[in-house]
C-alpha cells in the first residue's frame, strides 16, 4: 500500500493537469491561480506558492480525469490479494495501457493510478 502522496508528487499531478501559480513577490492569492481552463477556482485566501487544491474525489475528476478521455475509471475493493485486502483498487485504460493504484480510500487509489501514468510519461 501506497501512503499519503508528499506535497511534491501532489504538486507534479496539479501542474500536469495545468495548475500554475502565477509568480509574485509576495504570496499569491487564489484568484491568481487559474485551473487550465482559466476558470478561478477560490475566493481571495492567501496561499504559499505550492499550495494547490485539495486531492479529492471532486478534483479528481473535475481537473484530471477530464485530460484521460475517453476512458472509464474502475474501482474494486479488494478481498483476493493479502497484501491489498481491505484496501480499494484503481485502474484504467488509457492509450492501450492499464494503469492502477491502491489505497485505504477510493481517493488515494484514484490518486496513485493517475500518477502511475504521470511516471509513466515521463519516463
Excluded at 511534491?8 to 502565477?22: M, N, S, T, Y
Excluded at 496561499?47 to 475528476?61: A, C, M, R
Excluded at 477510493?106 to 501514468?117: G, H, K, Q, S
Amino acid at each position: 500500500m501506497k501512503e499519503r502522496p508528499t506535497k511534491e508528487q501532489v504538486a507534479r499531478l496539479w501542474k500536469w493537469c495545468g495548475f500554475i501559480v502565477k509568480p509574485d513577490e509576495q504570496y499569491p492569492t487564489w484568484e491568481e491561480l487559474f485551473a487550465p481552463t482559466g476558470e478561478r477556482i477560490m475566493g481571495s485566501k492567501k496561499i504559499t506558492p505550492d499550495l494547490f487544491p485539495e486531492i479529492d474525489l471532486n478534483n479528481l475528476f473535475k481537473w484530471a480525469a477530464p485530460k484521460l478521455e475517453p476512458i472509464q475509471i474502475h474501482f474494486k475493493r479488494q478481498t483476493a490479494y493479502p497484501e491489498h485486502i481491505g484496501e480499494i483498487n484503481c485502474w484504467f485504460y488509457y492509450q492501450e495501457k492499464q494503469y492502477a493504484g491502491w489505497g485505504t480510500t477510493p481517493t488515494l487509489a484514484l490518486f496513485w493510478a493517475i500518477y502511475d501514468l504521470i511516471e509513466f510519461k515521463s519516463d
